[in-house]
């Protein structure tokens, strides 16, 4: 498999989702003052003023905990300092120390821990709102939770979303022998997220006994981990999982996954060396030491949590698979074709699937090379179809037939609502035209919940209606525990349900899909 992780590797900033930012990033050093009229909400560090939109309130930038800066790289997080006067939540605080890719010309701020607050109009009277915690995708290495404009779903839905920042890549997840939290810095970050909304979120008109962790891909996988974690026990009541299931592994590289506290401390032992720390009598106090853009020059281009330790002490899949998860409903899917975002990207750079060099292909890919044959007939190409075939491969093992795994274990133990998105011509999720149609591919379900990067995309009429089912089954989820309603197609816990325009209903497990295979796969 080291071809794949090379490749991935290589293909991980060109893949970036492309969520263009708003032009301001930084938040402001000190609480400023803003226009009287615009909402004031009294947290409990002190107040803010964010923005009255149409028929929805916006609060950017609220710090959910002290910027992890000079000594505090590497820690837990800590709590914010309270100010006096109201805070300007008017604008995104810095995302994260991030290559460029989804932020402009990335970012190397470590100042970042905020989070972002869109509720309906007046929601602060009245009975409180179901509150949905968003936790960005992006390999844990790219991303900001102001990328996702969440409007839509607010006045839709009549929720609160939350959506957060949490420490990426080196800084978010380094393994280090010794380091207390080693390689589960971001994962803290977002419970303590969790903890700030359930002391904070009834100003804003949210339910903080009624909250619901949710994210996409890498996001996704992080709600797996908060699952498993102890210490985010009681922090969330519902879970949604999009494209992220809890079972990948190294063997399935494309899809997100944790690692062992061999292979996290092996990676981190790179990092030290490769900045010039292995020699230092204090290794931490050196690496606190390093400028943040040298740090994001040697780190790997994908990151994975550590497992084993406090924070997760079994991988998501481990104690998925014995029954040592919160018991909470969940939401969880995937998209019909995952895989061909990657097969285009491989494509793109060299790579061509003929029917004559597909075997070839199928071994450098495959989990278990010795059974390439097997997937070289299930999976046949042909003279111009090998984009295609080579990206259903890709989506089936990593996603689609992990995620219905991760459906199944989860149902052994409690309620469970499992979909699959198959828009077969969404909006492009790239700018640039693909090789071959792509159809439902990875982070294609996103701009129908949300307006990313504050953009709504093009969609016909079909498709509107689409958005607009799912957002109510999102939200019907997060207050009861139950998408049913509204109108929408009946959907049952027992079947997956399949969200395309104008056909969203039940279909069989897996369709189209050849997870017999996988099943047998490492």
């Keep these: 498999m080291a071809e794949v992780r090379a490749w991935v590797a290589a293909l991980a900033g060109a893949l970036a989702l ?36 149409d028929g ?32 300007d939540a008017t604008r995104p605080g810095s995302a994260c120390a991030q290559p460029a890719g989804e932020v402009p010309g990335g970012s190397t701020s470590e100042d970042c821990l905020y989070l972002n607050v869109t509720a309906p109009a007046g929601a602060s009277a009245g009975r409180p709102r179901p509150v949905i915690v968003w936790l960005h995708g992006g390999g844990f290495t790219s991303g900001a939770g102001s990328s996702y404009d969440a409007h839509r779903m607010v006045r839709g839905g009549d929720v609160v979303v939350v959506t957060v920042n949490y420490r990426l890549g080196a800084l978010g997840f380094l393994g280090l022998a010794g380091l207390n939290g080693s390689g589960t810095f971001g994962l803290a970050d977002q419970q303590a997220a969790l903890r700030y909304v359930r002391e904070n979120i009834g100003a804003f008109g949210g339910d903080a006994r009624n909250v619901t962790l949710a994210g996409e891909s890498a996001g996704s996988y992080a709600v797996c981990a908060q699952l498993a974690s102890p210490s985010a026990v009681g922090l969330f009541q519902r879970a949604i999982m999009e494209s992220g299931p809890c079972t ?30 292995a020699k230092a009598s204090d290794v931490p106090a050196c ?120 459906g199944s274990l989860f149902a052994a133990h409690q309620r469970v609502w499992r979909y699959e998105f198959a828009d077969p011509d969404p909006p492009r999720p790239l700018p640039a035209p693909p090789p071959f149609p792509l159809g439902a591919t990875h982070t294609t379900e996103l701009p129908y919940l949300f307006d990313l990067g504050g953009r709504a995309r093009e969609m016909t009429v079909r498709q509107h209606r689409l958005a607009d089912t799912m957002i109510g089954y999102w939200t019907r989820f997060a207050r009861s525990g139950d998408p049913n309603g509204g109108g929408a197609p009946r959907w049952s816990h027992s079947q997956v349900q399949s969200l395309a325009p104008d056909s969203t209903g039940p279909v069989r497990p897996a369709p189209g899909h050849h997870c017999g295979l996988w099943a047998t796969m490492p």
Excluded at 30 to 50: D, I, K
Excluded at 69 to 78: E, N
């Design 18 to 53: 492309t969520l263009p930012l708003p032009a301001s990033q930084a938040h402001p050093p000190a609480a400023r003052a803003t226009s009287s009229a615009a909402p004031v909400v009294h947290t409990r560090a002190g107040a803010v003023r964010g923005s009255e939109r």
């Design 56 to 87: 929805y309130r916006i609060f950017d930038g609220i710090p959910y905990a002290a910027p992890p800066v000079g000594a505090l790289r590497w820690t837990a997080p800590r709590p914010a300092a309270a100010w006096s006067g109201v805070l």
């Design 287 to 406: 690496l606190r030491r390093v400028p943040v853009a040298r740090l994001l020059a040697a780190q790997g281009a994908d990151a994975q949590p550590e497992h084993g330790t406090g924070l997760l002490p079994r991988a998501p899949a481990e104690a998925l698979a014995s029954g040592r998860t919160a018991r909470v409903p969940v939401l969880v899917g995937a998209n019909h074709d995952e895989g061909t975002i990657w097969a285009a990207g491989i494509m793109a750079a060299g790579t061509t699937v003929t029917p004559g060099n597909w075997p070839r292909v199928a071994w450098e890919f495959v989990p278990d090379p010795a059974r390439s044959g097997e997937v070289v007939r299930a999976y046949p190409v042909g003279a111009t179809d090998g984009g295609p075939v080579f990206g259903a491969v890709i989506g089936d093992a990593n996603y689609a037939c992990p995620t219905l795994r991760t």
């Design 248 to 277: 990948g592994g190294p063997a399935r590289p494309f899809a997100p996954f944790s690692v062992a506290p061999p292979a996290a401390q092996a990676a981190g032992a790179r990092l030290v060396t490769a900045v010039g720390c």
